[in-house]
């Protein structure tokens, strides 16, 4: 069996064990290759300490191990159990091992009822996903291998895993009491923490100043979706590889929001900022856009929606409505405070859109996505 070269290895153990498995905990299994791994449900080639546990042994217990290389999840789930119960047939309390996996969209899941020597070990699982399991001396094993291409939702993108295994412990077959364990983790999946680590080396960010970290539809040209990682000045997109954009703000707090807008079609969305620029004893906020087309940041439009001269102010709302041709971004004035007709005398902007005015003649602009770039209109007054 290929290992992996050591610098890949990272288990989430605390020095003194395993960690206790819970809806928060977090582990990264890269250290052995899926495809020349035996699914067998023997635990020989497992080598090394379990990665979450949860039970005792002589209670019941799930030790997990597993392993990601880039093309498969592959799983091994030791199930410490005193007794474990099948029947030949009918109805009856039996011990059952359910394994979900999933990365946003249909979950796999995997269901074993395993084999003794009274009963054959019933197997439901996705096509393509190997599943095998073994009596132990003090229980049964479960292996697993799920390839990339069978976990729905599952991109270049995605940093993470959610993995669920649950166990019912069956005392005893004609009755008696049914337990019920559930080990509940996060699998991070070691190439894309490693490129969310470099990004943030790049952009000399740590983790605690990222302030978006989401997966979303941005590059209709790829397959999946795509994860976008804003902070301080500097919002990346996270794919195989790679880039970003250095906002034009004097100093991470000046930019006011980073978010995601629905702009385009089948749910594609765009990313939106919101930097405050300051010079002249006043200031003005920029909405910047972008689409992501092939794994980068195109820039869209750069539009003004405030400007601050003292104690006044003029500022402009935006909202996603309904537009001929999909979903418009609209860009409407809101009262003026402080400024009039007869006192604004800014000459308008020429490296954005110029703020829109409650004077202008017009109830605003709306923004149409064009696959990287973005169409124009003039919102008509209400009658």
């Keep these: 069996m290929r290992m992996l070269a050591p610098g890949l290895v990272a288990f989430a153990c605390a020095a003194a064990g395993v960690a206790e498995a819970g809806p928060d905990t977090h582990i990264r299994c890269d250290n052995l290759s899926t495809a020349e791994l035996a699914i ?5 080639e497992w080598t090394g300490p379990a990665l979450a546990r949860i039970g005792a042994p ?4 799930i030790d997990l191990r597993c392993s990601w290389d880039g ?7 030791d199930i410490k159990d005193q007794r474990v119960v099948r029947v030949r047939s009918g109805a009856a309390h039996e011990d059952k091992v359910d394994i979900v996996v999933g990365a946003g969209g249909a979950p796999v899941r995997i269901s074993v009822l395993p084999g003794t020597a009274i009963a054959k070990a019933k197997i439901a699982a996705p096509p393509k996903v190997a599943v095998a399991d073994a009596l132990q001396p003090k229980g049964f094993a479960i292996e697993a291998r799920i390839p990339a291409a069978a976990i729905d939702g599952l991109s270049a993108s995605t940093p993470s895993l959610d993995l669920r295994v649950v166990f019912d412990d069956s005392d005893m077959a004609t009755g008696g009491s049914t337990q019920r364990l559930e080990l509940t ?10 490129l969310l680590d470099d990004f943030l080396r790049a952009v000399k960010l740590r983790r605690a100043d990222v302030r978006l970290d989401a997966l979303a539809e941005l590059d209709p040209d790829r397959k999946g979706k795509e994860r976008v990682v804003a902070g301080g000045t500097a919002i990346g997109v996270l794919t195989d590889r790679f880039a970003y954009v250095t906002l034009p703000a004097a100093k991470p707090a000046d930019v006011k929001k980073v978010e995601l807008l629905p702009l385009g079609p089948r749910d594609q969305q765009v990313i939106a900022a919101v930097v405050r620029q300051s010079g002249n004893g006043g200031s003005r906020d920029l909405l910047m856009l972008w689409v992501v ?5 195109e820039p869209l439009a750069q539009l003004e929606v405030r400007k601050e001269m003292g104690a006044n102010v003029l500022e402009s709302a935006w909202r996603i409505g309904k537009g001929a041709r999909g979903p418009e971004l609209l860009v409407e004035p809101r009262p003026a405070v402080g400024f009039t007709q007869a006192t604004w005398n800014e000459e308008p902007a020429t490296d954005a859109d110029p703020i829109v005015s409650p004077w202008d003649g017009k109830a605003g602009v709306g923004y149409t996505l064009a696959g990287t770039a973005v169409l124009r209109r003039d919102l008509p007054k209400k009658k």
């Design 58 to 61: 002589a209670d019941g217990a």
């Design 293 to 297: 087309a092939a794994g980068r940041l």
């Design 71 to 77: 093309t498969a999840l592959a799983v091994a789930v």
């Design 40 to 44: 067998d449900g023997l635990l020989d």
């Design 185 to 194: 983790t996060v699998v991070e999946l070691g190439d894309r923490k490693d």
